[in-house]
């Protein structure tokens, strides 16, 4: 991999006015013609579209990073989370509560995407319906709450109880023996059958998914 080399086409780039998105990681970038006949795709990763955490973290090693290769992002990953992505975000969750309820629209903003890595499983997300919060109380009892609002979520997390699951809402591509549906699942359920969060997903409406 050579740090002129353009990302896209793997072409070597031999003026440096002419390569554009530079990953503040591996200094490669793209060429002018791909930058000509690419504008407007995802493949050039932002660091705006990171998550919260991850951005904090990449911020600290690459001082005033702009922009990170999708190699090098893929790389980051594995190396910080040994290979998982964090399913769900403060920053992801704060976007359901922004986005609100679509019950009743038959195409709406699907938030994140959630996939099998060894299968075919689909969860597209478009509203989170509860979160479920519990205290162990010191007789052994256990008091629960369950809440959909973000907000209350992270003030009942402040008086000591922990967020045990969370209920999302979305269309679900389980199997070829299963039809397409709408339907509830949980961060729980997602966990242990060892799915993932899409990474380069950006938000679209389902339709655009299928077209």
């Not at 690419?38 to 990449?58: C, K, N, P, S, V």
């Not at 969370?166 to 966990?191: A, M, Q, R, V």
Request: with cysteine; charged share 35%.
């Amino acid at each position: 991999m050579e740090k002129n080399e353009c990302i896209y086409c793997k072409n070597i780039i031999k003026n440096k006015n002419e390569k554009h998105f530079v990953s503040d990681c591996c200094g490669r970038g793209m060429c002018e013609d791909c930058y000509q006949n690419l504008q407007g795709t995802d493949e050039q990763i932002q660091l705006d579209y990171a998550d919260d955490e991850t951005y904090d973290q990449i911020k600290q090693k690459y001082k005033d990073a702009t922009y990170l290769c999708f190699e090098c992002f893929d790389k980051w990953m594995k190396k910080e989370n040994k290979g998982n992505t964090k399913l769900i975000t403060k920053k992801i969750q704060k976007r359901f509560e922004i986005i609100g309820n679509d019950e009743g629209d038959k195409n709406p903003i699907i938030i994140t995407k959630f996939f099998d890595p060894t299968g075919s499983n689909i969860w597209y997300a478009t509203e989170i319906e509860e979160y479920w919060l519990a205290k162990e109380n010191k007789d052994g009892t256990k008091d629960l709450i369950t809440t959909s609002s973000f907000e209350d979520k992270e003030r009942i997390l402040k008086n000591g109880y922990k967020l045990t699951d969370i209920i999302f809402f979305g269309f679900l591509i389980i199997s070829i023996d299963y039809p397409n549906k709408w339907d509830s699942f949980s961060l729980s359920e997602l966990l242990q059958l060892k799915a993932e969060r899409d990474l380069y997903h950006k938000e679209k409406r389902l339709n655009d998914f299928f077209v």
